[in-house]
């Protein structure tokens, strides 16, 4: 399934409502339909990294994050993340 990396509430666009989903995950035991999105830095797994990485893309312009990036696409890595509902039409 195509997705957009970052889109963790899967609105169609990356915000801070993003990290801030990804830290729900983290630390409260949320979930989320597109669990590949939140996995920035596409290592498989989701960690502290993932949030940084998105804060640092919104907020200081820095990056790339990982493929596709901010632009719809499918995973170039395989992993066990999943997703279900992704912001792309």
Known sequence: ?????????????????????????LFLGATSSCRKAADLDDSGELDMTDPIVLLRFLFLGEGPIAAPGPACGLDPTEDGLGCERSGCK
């Open 1 to 25: 399934m195509p997705f957009r990396r970052g889109d963790v509430d899967a609105s169609g666009g990356l915000d801070i409502s993003d990290p801030i989903a990804i830290l729900a995950h």
